[in-house]
T-cell receptor
Framework: DQQVKQNSPSLSVQEGRISILNCDYT??????FLWYKKYPAEGPTFLIS?????DKNEDGRFTVFLNKSAKHLSLHIVPSQPGDSAVYFC????????????FGAGTILRVKS | KAGVTQTPRYLIKTRGQQVTLSCSPI?????VSWYQQTPGQGLQFLFE???????NKGNFPGRFSGRQFSNSRSEMNVSTLELGDSALYLC??????????????FGPGTRLTVL
């Protein structure tokens, strides 16, 4: 069963506009949610996280929103830049499960210049 | 400081063979986790090692195994390879402190192709 889902396999956005990537989860025991970015031939790199006790976390152009009642989180990138083109993975972590990250299938973001 | 290194970067094997992949974590990190990435499946957790002991395990068959050495370097082994084992295998290292979130740093992965 997929506990973390990213229902959009790809997203195309114009440079300078907002990119919104979505993620849904089913397990209410998750304590942290994270976004990773992955370029081809490289490993994923950590982008931003949010604790389950918060509803928003911001870091520069990146903001993550968490809606616990809907079991939904989203990553907003404003403004989008061509260098943001990559695969974005949503991941969840539960203290009960140790250091194990549960990942979504990823969303390919293409930012057009 | 140096990042996570994985060797080899690419590997081609045939069905029925076995393979060993290696991961060297960031200096000072004691936890190494392994993930399998296949198209459309995201990253699937294989196992985590901490201080030479397997601390957590995912839902993979017993053909997938691993170990960790005293210097925190880790290896994973896949025996009796199947076509479906073709994937990118990623390792991630972290401090591994229990009770909180530890940022995991990923290596570039080993691309395994099974023919």
């Amino acid at each position: 069963d997929q506990q973390v889902k990213q229902n959009s396999p790809s997203l195309s956005v114009q440079e300078g506009r907002i990119s919104i990537l979505n993620c849904d989860y089913t397990n209410s025991m998750f304590d942290y949610f994270l976004w990773y970015k992955k370029y081809p031939a490289e490993g994923p790199t950590f982008l931003i996280s949010i604790s389950s006790i918060k509803d928003k976390n911001e870091d520069g152009r990146f903001t993550v929103f968490l809606n616990k009642s809907a079991k939904h989180l989203s990553l907003h990138i404003v403004p989008s830049q061509p260098g943001d083109s990559a695969v974005y993975f949503c991941a969840a972590l539960g203290m009960e499960y140790g250091n194990k990250l549960v990942f979504g299938a990823g969303t390919i973001l293409r930012v057009k210049s | 400081k140096a990042g996570v290194t994985q060797t080899p970067r690419y590997l081609i094997k045939t069905r029925g063979q076995q393979v060993t992949l290696s991961c060297s974590p960031i200096s000072g990190h004691r936890s190494v986790s392994w993930y399998q990435q296949t198209p459309g499946q995201g990253l699937q957790f294989l196992f985590e090692y901490f201080s030479e002991t397997q601390r957590n395990k995912g839902n993979f068959p017993g053909r997938f195994s691993g170990r960790q050495f005293s210097n925190s370097r880790s290896e994973m082994n896949v025996s009796t390879l199947e076509l479906g084992d073709s994937a990118l295998y990623l390792c991630a290292s972290s401090l591994g402190v229990a009770g909180g979130w530890n940022e995991q740093f990923f290596g570039p992965g080993t691309r395994l192709t099974v023919l």
